[in-house]
T-cell receptor, first 112, second 116 residues
Framework: SQQGEEDPQALSIQEGENATMNCSYK?????LQWYRQNSGRGLVHLIL?????REKHSGRLRVTLDTSKKSSSLLITASRAADTASYFC????????????FGKGTLLTVNP | NAGVTQTPKFQVLKTGQSMTLQCAQD?????MYWYRQDPGMGLRLIYY???????DKGEVPNGYNVSRLNKREFSLRLESAAPSQTSVYFC???????????????FGDGTRLSIL
């Protein structure tokens, strides 16, 4: 079963605007990650936040995690046309077998 | 540095045919994974191999078999393809780091499989 659910399913913005995507999950987690997928390509890891962290930054990316609400958000600031892609959250529950459970993704379109 | 390489990139099969999807990684990772991606469904884990010589079922294993040929290679086999197996298949790899943390998974570019 899908652990994460991204919201919205699709988002269209203008270049320079900020994009916010949300992810909700159902069970307790060890880590939550965000991946990007360009059309026709594989997934690329963006950022990881641990369950004991609340916020993390990497360049133009900002991720928050609220374990009490079982939700996370990904903010991309000053979006560029090259940010056009699908974005997925993925969770793991820790342990010796590292298995990720992915959400259904948000399709972000950044218009020039 | 190629990372994770999947072959073939595209394939069309007829119902009932068999096929093996190949995956190889050059990062010396112990763990490898096979996912399928369907429209609106995200990625679902089919099988994974925590280390050479071991394989385990994921969320959707029915209709598939896997072989961890060596540390580099992890293949996925469809013995009798069905239209419901039309999908994009992704292979990934990862490694357990010192300090008790896993490296993020590295993905190949996928195999697009259509079954008529």
């Amino acid at each position: 079963s899908q652990q994460g659910e991204e919201d919205p399913q699709a988002l269209s913005i203008q270049e320079g605007e900020n994009a916010t995507m949300n992810c909700s999950y159902k069970t307790s987690i060890n880590n939550l990650q965000w991946y990007r997928q360009n059309s026709g390509r594989g997934l690329v890891h963006l950022i990881l936040i641990r369950s004991n962290e609340r916020e993390k930054h990497s360049g133009r990316l900002r991720v928050t995690l609220d374990t009490s609400k079982k939700s996370s958000s990904l903010l991309i600031t000053a979006s560029r046309a090259a940010d056009t892609a699908s974005y997925f959250c993925a969770t793991d529950r820790g342990g010796s077998n590292y298995k990720l459970t992915f959400g259904k993704g948000t399709l972000l379109t950044v218009n020039p | 540095n190629a990372g994770v390489t999947q072959t073939p990139k595209f394939q069309v099969l007829k119902t009932g045919q068999s096929m093996t999807l190949q995956c190889a990684q050059d990062m010396n990772h112990n763990s490898m994974y096979w996912y399928r991606q369907d429209p609106g469904m995200g990625l679902r884990l089919i099988y994974y191999s925590a280390s050479e010589g071991t394989t385990d079922k994921g969320e959707v294993p029915n209709g598939y078999n896997v072989s961890r040929l060596n540390k580099r290679e992890f293949s996925l086999r469809l013995e009798s393809a069905a239209p419901s197996q039309t999908s994009v298949y992704f292979c990934a790899s990862s490694e357990f780091l010192r300090g008790g943390r896993w490296q993020p998974q590295h993905f190949g570019d996928g195999t697009r499989l259509s079954i008529l």
